[in-house]
């Protein structure tokens, strides 16, 4: 079976602080997805990444950063540098390899705070 | 690219009325509509999975009968709440999935429904 596990059910910083969302996950299949999302008080779920089982490269976009280790089952995700606008809840997601379907497994999410 | 509407965004009924919410993907077509279901700070609950001409696949607990979902072209799909009850009172949320990017869902606004 599959499952996801945010163990941070709130994170609060300071704003310029950079912080680390963890995520963990659990699945028998060798080929899958990882996704993180990001949802804003506004209720949207806003697409911040997928990463395939086979690309283990870490990636970074701006201000966002990913580690993608399989060795530990973990899908990290930092924001250097927060800001107030970074306040949200933030989901990580995995999918396996079906066909038809891709049905999305979400984690418990994180709640973000970002204080300035 | 890639967006996702539903309408409407926020509806109050009475008990006992049936509503009918809209997704509709924009730009791109899609063979895929999920349908979720989200509580106040909790995570996303899959309801179903809606396939373009076919009938939904509904996960386990989910009563078809309560939640009718349509999926009648590749850019719409439907979820109609019927005699709603306030236990019935949430936030709902459609994704699709795109032809190109298969393992990708992107993400409704969410309609937030509250039942009287």
């Known amino acids: 079976a599959q499952k996801v596990t945010q163990a941070q059910t709130e994170i609060s910083v300071v704003e310029k602080e950079d912080v680390t969302l963890d995520c963990v996950y659990e699945t028998r299949d060798t080929t899958y997805y990882l996704f993180w999302y990001k949802q804003p008080p506004s209720g949207e779920l806003v697409f911040l990444i997928r990463?395939?089982?086979?690309?283990?490269q870490n990636e970074i976009s701006g201000r966002y950063s990913w580690n993608f280790q399989k060795s530990t089952s973990s899908f990290n995700f930092t924001i250097t540098a927060s800001q107030v606008v970074d306040s949200a809840v933030y989901f990580c997601a995995l999918s396996d390899h079906m066909e038809y379907g891709n049905k999305l497994v979400f984690g418990a999410g994180t709640i973000l705070r970002v204080k300035s | 690219g890639a967006v996702v509407s539903q309408h409407p965004s926020r509806v109050i009924c009475k008990s006992g009325t049936s509503v009918k919410i809209e997704c509709r993907s924009l730009d791109f077509q899609a063979t895929t509509m999920f349908w979720y279901r989200q509580f106040p700070k909790k995570s996303l609950m899959l309801m179903a999975t809606?396939?373009?001409?076919?009938?939904?696949?509904?996960e386990q607990g989910v009563e078809k009968d309560k939640f009718l979902i349509n999926h009648a072209s590749l850019t719409l799909s439907t979820l109609t709440v019927t005699s709603a009850h306030p236990e019935d009172s949430s936030f709902y949320i459609c994704?699709?999935?795109?032809?190109?990017?298969?393992?990708?869902?992107?993400f409704g606004p969410g309609t937030r429904l509250l039942v009287l």
């Open positions: 994704s699709a999935r795109t032809l190109g990017l298969k393992e990708t869902q992107y």
């Open positions: 809606s396939n373009e001409g076919s009938k939904a696949t509904y």
């Open positions: 990463r395939n089982s086979f690309d283990e």
